[in-house]
């Protein structure tokens, strides 16, 4: 009875010495430490590869959506198609483009014929604009009354 009394206090102390630490100056359960430090790195590392791979790896993806999509030149009646329809559609671009410096260009010179007969007809000396057929296209008033003629115009210069 003995031995085994003596058997059961040296188990009990091991339990007691595995279950409840000594005190020491380092970690109680270094083990928990190492474990953690290890999942920590785990998903950090992860973490890093899935910004990267969105920084980097997907970047060029979304570049491509924003553009037209082209096809492969593989698939050459496709290619062809998306070609020509790029090519229309520019076209079209610089038909707008086109179409407004015209405006512009019409309404300036709209401007500059308007100044200029402004500044003809109320010009104090008169102007006669004889054409190459030498009809008279253009007279001012001045030159009317000088030359006591009403309408000069499309008359015969001599």
């Not at 999509?69 to 009646?77: A, K």
């Not at 009317?144 to 115009?153: D, F, H, V």
């Amino acid at each position: 009875m003995v031995v085994a009394s003596a058997w059961l206090g040296n188990m009990t102390t091991l339990l007691l010495t595995l279950a409840i630490p000594v005190q020491q100056n380092g970690l109680p359960y270094p083990w928990i430490f190492f474990v953690l430090t290890a999942v920590l790195l785990i998903g950090a590392s992860v973490f890093a590869i899935y910004i990267l791979r969105r920084m980097f790896g997907r970047g060029e993806s979304r570049q491509g959506m924003e553009k037209d999509p082209v096809p492969r030149v593989e698939n050459v009646p496709a290619f062809m198609t998306a070609s020509m329809q790029a090519v229309i559609r520019k076209l079209r671009e610089q038909e707008k483009e086109l179409e407004r410096l015209h405006g512009a260009e019409r309404e300036r010179a709209e401007n500059t014929a308007r100044l200029s007969e402004e500044v003809t007809r109320y010009m104090p000396s008169g102007l006669l604009v004889i054409g190459a057929n030498g009809l008279i296209s253009a007279a001012n008033p001045a030159a009317e009354q000088a030359l006591g003629i009403k309408s000069l115009l499309f008359r015969r210069a001599v």
